[in-house]
T-cell receptor, first 113, second 113 residues
Framework: GAGVSQSPSNKVTEKGKDVELRCDPI?????LYWYRQSLGQGLEFLIYFQGNSAPDKSGLPSDRFSAERTGGSVSTLTIQRTQQEDSAVYLC???????????FGDGTRLSIL | GQQLNQSPQSMFIQEGEDVSMNCTSSSIFNTWLWYKQDPGEGPVLLIALYKAGELTSNGRLTAQFGITRKDSFLNISASIPSDVGIYFCAGDLNGGATNKLIFGTGTLLAVQP
């Protein structure tokens, strides 16, 4: 499709396990963002990639969270040693340039048991 | 994380009524955006505002970027059942430097046919 694609759409895992969430941005978009949305809340910025520049990691809540963007396209958000408070919907967005409007995927709903 | 003050928290209206919601902040923003989110989906961009005082329409939707740069409102005229969803405002603190968005807490809109 032409939109931002995220996988898996749902993930249930046990506390303490590591998880990887994937984002395929819109083709040609140079900027990619990860957000977290807890139940009934707005979106919380996590990390931002722009071209080949160093990512802005200022929103990552702890060192258990990390993200990569390979080849300027696909991105993976990794959460190590998951905790129950990590349960949320993780949303990815991309924009054509760093000043363009962001287009969101449908998110990965993560549940930590 | 930081969030914008969005009100009202929820609205229950009859089909055909007009709706108004707003966002305020203690910080100055260079960009204001309004998104709509349906259950299980990512936010979809409705309107983007880039200049203080700007008034922009998109069909039955009208939004304005406050003169002080600290607020924005969204109006929906002649509401219909498919307007149901959660509406989020978002602001970009850095304008042309980055595209890191701060989101409001959301307004839940329910429309009675």
């Amino acid at each position: 499709g032409a939109g931002v694609s995220q996988s898996p759409s749902n993930k249930v895992t046990e506390k303490g396990k590591d998880v990887e969430l994937r984002c395929d941005p819109i083709s040609g978009h140079t900027a990619l963002y990860w957000y977290r949305q807890s139940l009934g809340q707005g979106l919380e910025f996590l990390i931002y990639f722009q071209g080949n520049s160093a990512p802005d990691k200022s929103g990552l809540p702890s060192d258990r969270f990390s993200a990569e963007r390979t080849g300027g396209s696909v991105s993976t958000l990794t959460i190590q040693r998951t905790q129950q408070e990590d349960s949320a919907v993780y949303l990815c967005a991309s924009s054509l340039t760093f000043v363009g409007p962001q287009h969101f995927g449908d998110g990965t709903r993560l549940s930590i048991l | 994380g930081q969030q914008l003050n969005q009100s009202p928290q929820s609205m229950f209206i009859q089909e055909g009524e007009d709706v108004s919601m707003n966002c305020t902040s203690s910080s100055i923003f260079n960009t204001w955006l309004w998104y709509k989110q349906d259950p299980g989906e990512g936010p979809v961009l409705l309107i983007a505002l880039y200049k203080a005082g700007e008034l922009t329409s998109n069909g039955r939707l009208t939004a304005q970027f406050g003169i002080t740069r600290k607020d924005s409102f969204l109006n929906i005229s002649a509401s219909i059942p498919s307007d149901v969803g959660i509406y989020f405002c978002a602001g970009d603190l850095n304008g042309g430097a980055t595209n890191k968005l701060i989101f409001g807490t959301g307004t839940l809109l329910a429309v009675q046919p």
